[in-house]
């Protein structure tokens, strides 16, 4: 009987032994998943913490898109005397077209939420235009008539602008854009017209363009006493505004101004000595300008 009770003290002893070492395993195993849980999610924050936190990327892009402009010209003179003589007029219309631009970005800082980027652009415009004048006719008599005119720009150059996102979240980002643009401004005048009938006519009596016209114009007025200078062709300087947007890595959209600072000299005639039997001194001159007052644009844009 005392070896039968020892016997089951044994089993017991050994039984609990079991338990005991199933309860360290499962112990172990769970300190194990711990550690597991505890080092993914350090890993994992460390990994964010390496991150970009998706700023967008420098590197090249390319964009195009429509642009719309409104711009006005004026034939001005510096004394009454020639305004008696030549008129005035002032010109309005409306240009429509299409812009690219091809360039660089980069980022800095940090976070690179502030950026340059630095391109070369073209734009070319199209559209009507009109302005009132007064013609005499053959009898003296002086009638107000409009003239419809023909005209188109093309501007051509360089860029540089600060970029500044003031969001991102994963491939989306968006900003501003503040810059400036340099380069050409090319008038390209073409044909006039007064209820019909041809305002510009050649040396021939033939329908010519208003560049034609004043080309022909400024070079018969470089004789004694004058100085033409046709220049349909001059620099300009805009301010470049807009909002900018990424909606995937490669791909954006932008929305802007670009105001001109500059009067483009179209034609200038100017005298070289006094005429004062018409009140005319030295130096006076009669000029057209033109200038595109603002350019609204939106553009798509592709990030290489």
């Known amino acids: ?12 002893s050994t039984q609990h032994t079991a338990h005991s070492t199933q309860h360290t395993a499962h112990s172990t195993q769970h300190k194990l998943k711990r550690a597991l849980l505890d080092f993914s999610t350090l890993g994992t924050l460390a990994l964010f913490a390496l991150a970009p936190l998706s700023a967008e990327k420098n590197g090249a892009f390319v964009g195009a898109g ?5 711009f006005s010209g004026q ?3 510096s004394k009454p005397a020639l305004e008696q003589v030549v008129g005035t007029w002032k010109m309005n219309g409306n240009l429509f077209g299409a812009d690219i631009q091809i360039g660089y970005k980069q980022f800095f800082g940090k976070k690179k939420h502030f950026g340059l ?5 073209f734009s070319g415009q199209g559209g009507p235009a009109s302005f009132k004048q007064n013609v005499e006719d053959e009898n003296g008599n002086t009638t107000l008539v409009t003239t419809n005119q023909q005209s188109a ?9 600060m970029l500044f996102n003031f969001y991102e979240k994963q491939e989306r980002t968006f900003g501003v854009f503040a810059g400036v643009m340099v380069g050409g401004s090319s008038w390209l005048m073409g044909k ?14 033939k329908c ?3 560049n034609n016209y004043f080309k022909a114009r400024a070079k018969f007025f470089n004789g004694e006493g004058f100085k033409g200078v046709f220049s349909p062709t001059h620099v300009q300087v805009l301010v470049n505004l807009g909002v900018r947007a990424n909606i995937t890595q490669h791909q954006g959209f932008e929305l802007g101004v670009r105001v001109p600072t500059i009067d483009d000299p179209y034609l200038t005639l100017s005298t070289t000595k006094d005429f004062p039997q018409y009140g005319v001194k030295k130096g006076d001159a009669i000029a057209i300008t033109f200038r595109r007052n603002i350019a609204i644009f939106a553009n798509y844009v592709y990030n290489f």
Do not use: P
Not at 66 to 70: E, G, I, P, R, T
């Open 117 to 121: 980027r630095y391109y070369g652009f």
């Open 208 to 210: 010519t363009t208003m």
């Open 66 to 70: 429509f642009q719309y402009s409104n």
């Open 1 to 12: 009987m005392v070896v039968a009770h020892s016997t089951q003290h044994t089993a017991h």
């Open 153 to 161: 720009n093309l501007f051509y150059g360089v860029g540089l602008d």
């Open 192 to 205: 006039g017209f007064i209820n019909g009938e041809c305002t510009w006519s050649d040396d021939d009596g």
């Open 75 to 77: 034939l001005k003179a």
